[in-house]
C-alpha cells in the first residue's frame, strides 16, 4: 500500500479479518513500520460484509503463496466471488484457483504472488480509471451470475461426485 499512497496519499486500505495467529499483529506492526497509519484501516472480523463491499471502490485479495510446499494455497477465493458478485473490480494474486474465478484484464487484475510493483499498478489503475473500474466490476458480476451462483455451484458438485461414482462402479 506504500506504493499506491506515493502516487494517491489519501488512498485508504480496510483490511477486513484478522488471519491466522498473529497476522493482524505482524500487519499492524508493518503498517507502522511503513508508515501508513492514517492509510490503513483494520474491521476485524466482521459479518456484515455486502455492507462493507458497497462503501469500497474495488477489492484487493493478496494470496502470499501460489507454492503448497511454501506454505498456505488459495484453494478457492471466495473472496474474489464475493467481489465480483458486487460488480467491484478486482485485484488478486494469481495464486490456487484464483485464476479459475479471475479472467486477467477482463473480470480482475492478476499479480504475480509477492509482487508489490504489480499488485500496486493494478490498483492505481483502476482507481484512476473509472470506466476500466466499472467495465471490470460489470465483467464480474455477469461471470460471478453465468458460473458461480449456489444452484450452479451445487450443480457442478453433483456432477462431479456422480462422475466419480459412475467411474468407480
Not at 488512498?11 to 484478522?18: K, R
Not at 476500466?132 to 450452479?152: C, D, L, M, P, S
Request: with cysteine.
Amino acid at each position: 500500500w506504500s506504493i499506491v499512497k506515493q502516487t494517491l496519499p489519501r488512498a485508504i486500505l480496510a483490511l477486513v479479518g484478522t488471519g491466522e495467529a498473529d497476522y493482524e499483529t505482524h500487519c499492524r506492526n508493518l503498517t507502522r513500520e511503513y508508515g501508513l497509519e492514517d492509510n490503513v484501516v483494520f474491521l476485524g472480523q466482521r459479518d456484515n460484509i455486502n455492507q462493507l463491499l458497497a462503501a469500497f471502490d474495488l477489492v484487493v485479495h493478496a494470496s502470499c503463496f501460489a507454492d503448497p510446499a511454501q506454505g498456505p494455497v488459495e484453494a478457492m477465493g471466495r473472496v474474489a466471488i464475493e467481489a465480483m458478485a458486487a460488480a467491484l473490480p478486482l485485484v488478486a494474486t494469481d495464486a490456487g484457483g484464483i485464476p479459475d474465478i479471475v479472467e486477467d484484464g477482463v473480470t480482475g487484475r492478476l499479480a504475480p504472488p509477492g509482487d508489490a510493483q504489480a499488485m500496486a499498478e493494478a490498483v492505481l489503475a483502476y482507481l484512476s480509471d473509472d470506466d476500466a473500474a466499472q467495465a471490470a466490476g460489470k465483467a464480474g458480476y455477469e461471470r460471478v451470475r453465468a458460473n458461480f451462483t449456489n444452484t450452479i455451484m451445487t450443480n457442478k458438485v453433483r456432477a462431479l461426485y456422480a462422475e466419480v461414482l459412475a467411474a468407480r462402479a
